[in-house]
């Protein structure tokens, strides 16, 4: 089956400590996205990747890093400097042609920080 | 800047009609989209329409486009309970960086037995 994990589906970390959100796909997809969302609020994009070895920040990067080292993964570390990380967490991905934006979703992660 | 706007909440009976609406700005938008969230799951992409097309229909699900007013709706036909989630509108631009989304906020439906 092709399609985007994301794992785990439930995080907790403590206040001060990194923690890294894995993303994989299958769909042979060039370009790769990460977004936040809150509760009862739309998404908003933290860093994408429109191929391998480069990536550019979103709306709201700060505190976040990501790599791309391969093209089926694109991990995303919320450090201890997001001040605010408690959030639900998706990734997406998509063929990456020029002028189709259609994006596919991962499951998603819920962090939450003690 | 882009912004994409939707009423935050829809309730509606089971077995009629749905419709969702979504403002934007942007008028260089190539496709738009509609996707569904249920709790505590992704987005699933429901459907598409191209900027040059007024109307598409896959099975109960219908979607408009007014390009001038920049109006996109979304009727959800003979409404389930299973069609209670949140449902956010999205918009492409014509070659934007990354091939970037804009997101509304999201409309809520309840279906009511």
């Known amino acids: 089956d092709g399609g985007i994990t994301q794992s785990p589906k439930y995080l907790f970390r403590k206040e001060g400590q990194n923690v890294t959100l894995s993303c994989e796909q299958n769909?042979?997809?060039?370009?790769m996205y990460w977004y936040r969302q809150d509760p009862g609020q739309g998404l908003r994009l933290i860093y994408y990747?429109?191929?391998?070895?480069?990536?550019q920040k979103g709306d709201i990067a700060e505190g976040y890093s990501v790599s791309r080292e391969k093209k089926e993964s694109f991990p995303l570390t919320v450090t201890s400097a997001q001040k605010n990380p408690t959030a639900f967490y998706l990734c997406?991905?998509?063929?990456?042609?020029?002028?189709?934006?259609?994006?596919?979703f991962g499951p998603g992660t819920r962090l939450t920080v003690l | 800047g882009e912004d994409v706007e939707q009423s935050l909440f829809l309730s509606v009976r089971e077995g009629d009609s749905s419709v969702i609406n979504c403002t934007y700005t942007?008028?260089?938008?190539?496709?738009l989209y509609w996707y569904k969230q249920e709790p505590g799951a992704g987005l699933q992409l429901l459907t598409y329409?191209?900027?040059?097309?007024d109307m598409k229909q896959d099975q109960r699900l219908t979607v408009l486009l007014n390009k001038k007013d920049k109006h996109l709706s979304l009727r959800i036909a003979d409404t389930q309970t299973g069609d209670s989630a949140i449902y956010f509108c999205?918009?492409?631009?014509?070659?934007?960086?990354?091939?970037?989304?804009?997101f509304g906020g999201g409309t809520r439906v309840l279906v009511k037995p």
């Open positions: 997406a991905s998509s063929p990456g042609l020029a002028g189709v934006n259609t994006q596919y």
């Open positions: 769909l042979n997809h060039d370009a």
């Open positions: 990747s429109q191929i391998v070895n480069d990536f």
């Open positions: 942007d008028s260089s938008s190539t496709y």
């Open positions: 329409i191209f900027s040059n097309m």
């Open positions: 999205a918009h492409g631009a014509r070659e934007a960086a990354g091939n970037k989304l804009t």
